[in-house]
């Protein structure tokens, strides 16, 4: 399919309004396969504005006179006023952007031709999470081993390639395993806790069913995992579903681990919420954010109404209390909610961070998301693949990534000096998990990006955020390693929006850019005296 | 003295607030004259003056013991436990008396003894002179005997109490006045006058006054233009009229000229009283959901009352700075919203109120020389509790969320307002005491206490706010935006006791050390410098002499003190790290979902920890 059939008129003169802080530019608009362009007239500044299609959650248009209106919603939440000459143009240029912003395709999406100048195709998809993580366990315990039992993604097509698991256990009694479990997923490590010898492990529901089916190499797998830890270690299956929903879910062919063939595990429910439900939460917030004119009750009652903050304090303390009975109590901890692809994934990652000193490192946390999300099946595609303005029916999207980010960010904000990146790095995240030149949060699973070749025809996300130039925008100049865990306080009063992000346009936070442009300049300027004292003692 | 009885009570709990296990602490409780003193078994002490206490209460007796819940004025809630009833009931005995006073002279300002001389006393009193003020504002000038004016703007803002205009009163000398204060300011010749009131509420009370007829009219004898009202032969007519249509009013447009006339909508004492009680009930609750948290927030009002604070500033900085407009503020009495007013847009205005020293001015000048009633709004004495209303600890919440916008425009930080707040309700220093200029005269304060000002000054380095840049042009106007989202609950005033809620770590001590040793390492530089050039200059001359070689050994000692410095201040930030506060997994509520760990059940594998059982 070529892009030019989708575009009906590439030109037309138009002015752009970018809300009340940045000034209108004029110029030439122009639709490309990928971007709109604005290129001002020679009179004015020689830069070019660019908007990535993608970008675009939804397009209103209007017309009066012999001009028109597109006022463009995007994904990261920036609304964006067109006026464009000529009612044809307005129309035409309105049909092209609807079109080409919606397509489903991922190998005609941008990333596919986005080669920026100083980085190489290749470079930094060397991350090979898995393999790497096993290396760090394997020093501290033999009680695991990896298994390359899904190479094909025969068994579980939302896995790696690759998949820690305990030693005890066969590639074929993983295979039964697999099979006992919804989509495949079946028991597999997240994270091993060396100083109290526990592990997090994670999985999607077991296919009990009505007749409450078992299956005994699952049984096994999980009673390995007992034996490999600590001595009389205890363990936890942290469900995200209520006991009501999981036994529910029993009559779809879902369910529960029973009690009776899981010795030594306990079974607890914490339920979070997901999918549509926390898109609408999502959606109602950022409306509530739109309207600046709002009375003072009329903002506390919807920020309440959208149950927002709500959904932070419960995953926080989800993963607050996996991390707990791990660190305080030794038990190891299997979290599953049905599909184990969303609430799943936002509890082992946050508990992880609460946990490993490693993970709050610039490396380790783009590790963290490599390998906790990306690799492990976050379907982002269908999840991201709308924002919070469109029309458009909500399918399978959910913001379970963003819900992620906002809690290491109330995380960031109460141990200011204990993560290595900043607030930019998670704002970036969440850009680019929505519409991005790079390939890292392309389609659902591994599988879908083997078969499209991500790996070798896009540019990895990673390489373009730590290019030295980008690293002062995300990093956190304030901190110090700080090896123990940190407990957030997961009280309403110490919640807070995240204004960032979600008033990142209708209210830039320019005074506390400047105040952090300052702590910089403290943090470099102290580095710089001690480095210079030296010169000037000898 | 005569009211403890018990001043020693052993095995006393002290409960955590938030927790909903009964988490305790065991320790000491001593009872002193000036203090309820609690040292747990780690030593750590836990200091309440009784002037903070706003409330005591027994609660019913309990199989641990006899509880006590003492609420401060600093929000500080504390839930003892005590052992035998009858030492709880003479602590309650003895907190009740001790914590309400029925005369000045018992406050702890009295017999507080800072052991300074009388000089000292006296030059700490000294500190804040609202004539130096005065003189550097431009006033007296031409224009101004003595008001409160702006020098770079030739406006004006000035204050007073409502008019006691009834329904048609009028009184000749203050239209005239006013019409002084418009002439005064040669650029514009409009004059805005702002009544801090919400309207409908006047129109409301002026329908239902029309039956009533009568009340008492209450006149301000502080405010200047009101002395004149006095002192005029219209204060008979006006008395008449006051008594026939009930005195208070507000000014008629037609009967001045050259005038604005706006409402702002700031809502009276007892309105802002009861919302704060809301508020913090609705922040004291045990489990608090997020949901409930928002919706008490909300019915509260509480924030929606400081936006009208600040929207009245922010229209009074406006009217000054864009329209060169002079401006009256009243309200009803002219101490309460009017203070909030006219020292908060002074704050906007003009940077100097934003050093640390000029910010104790504005205080002196706006709020204690022109009457805020201090001691009735904070409750220091056993009076009215009507009259009790947190109107001073809405302006620093306000100034606390200008801080949040302009995090650089401010020499002080949030802990400078935390024990600004700390101090109106302590009665430890005179500043406070008293409900207007003459009464502190009368009490002598100035003879027989301390001012504050001294004490927070030579503290100064704790309230420096490392952000801060004085030459930042950006800031010399503030102009803050009040969209709704930018105003948020103050976790740190409303909880600054509840260690568990706070963050962990604090950016600002952090920076303040940085900033510290970065100084230090240059002046470091700078001496080490100097020194070469010295040698150098010493080696042209040729004069390389044993003293010279002298003179290089004691350098050594001194590169190696600046070093030992860096260590040294690094070490208790890298301390602070290892032990951050509040952050145990068990000091969080969380931590009540683990109970579910150790339900008893009946065991195979049983654990080392001895605590919980496990079926298999």
Redesign the interface.
Known sequence: MEFSELIRTGRAQAQLLRGPEAPPLRGTLCVTGHHLLLSPGPQSTPDLWLLLLRNVDSIEKRVAGDSGTITLRCKDLRVLQLEIEGVEATLDIARSIEALSSLESVITSFPFFYRPKGLRLGDAWHFHPPERYYKRVARETDAWRLSEVNEDFSLCPSYPRAVIVPRAVDDDALARSARFRQGGRFPVLSYSHSPSGTVLLRSSQPLTGPQKRRCAEDEELLRAVLAGARP?A?G?ILDTRSAQAAKQARMTGGGTEA?AAY??W?R?H?PLERGRPLQESFVRLVEA?GD??????????R??GC?W??H??EAL?TA??A???M?????CILVHGAEGTDSTLLVTSLAQLILDPMSRTMAGFQELIEREWIQAGHPFQLRCAHSAFSHARPKHEAPTFLLFLDCVWQLG??????LEFGEGLLLALFEHAYASPFGTFLCNSEKERCLCEVRTRTHSLWSGLNQPKEQRKLQNP?Y?L????????????????W?GLF?RWT?PPE??E??WE??WQ??T??EE??A??PT??A | MEHIRTTKVEQVKLLDRFSTNNKSLTGTLYLTATHLLFIDSHQKETWILHHHIASVEKLALTTAGCPLVIQCKNFRIVHFIVPRERDCHDIYNSLLQLSKQAKYEDLYAFSYNPKQNDSERLQGWQLIDLAEEYKRMGVPNSHWQLSDANREYKAAICRCSQPLSGFSARCLEDEHLLQAISKANPVNRYMYVIDTRPKHRMQSWWATQKDIGRIIVRISSKIWNDEKIRESDEKKRLNAMANRAAGKGYENEDNYSNIRFQFVGIENIHVMRSSLQKLLEVSGTKGLSVNDFYSGLESSGWLRHIKAVMDAAIFLAKAIMVENASVLVHCSDGWDRTSQVCSLGSLLLDSYYRTIKGFMVLIEKDWISFGHKFSERCGHLDGDPKEVSPVFTQFLECVWHLTEQFPQAFEFNEEFLLQIHEHIHSCQFGNFLGNCQKEREELKLKEKTYSLWPFLLEDQKKYLNPLYSSKSQRFTVLEPNTVSFNFKFWRNMYHQFDRTLHPRQSVFNIIMNMNEQNKQLQKDIQDLESKIKQRKNKQTDGVLTKELLHSVCPESPTLKTSLCFKEQTLLPVNDALRTIEGSSPADNRYSEYAEEFSKPEPAVVSLEYGVARMTC
């Open positions: 009389g205890r936890f009690k010795p030594g306990k607890l914490r954010c600046p004119e709002q009375s003072m009750d009329r903002w506390l009652s920020l309440e149950r903050l709500a932070v304090k303390s607050c209390l991390a707990q009975a660190e305080r109590e030794g038990a904000r109460q141990f200011p000096l204990s304030l110090v700080n090896p123990l865990a940190i407990w957030p306080s997961v009280e309403p009063q110490s919640l807070r929006l204004q008033l209210h005074p506390a400047v105040a300052k702590v403290i943090v300027g102290k005296t001690e210079s004292q000037a003692s």
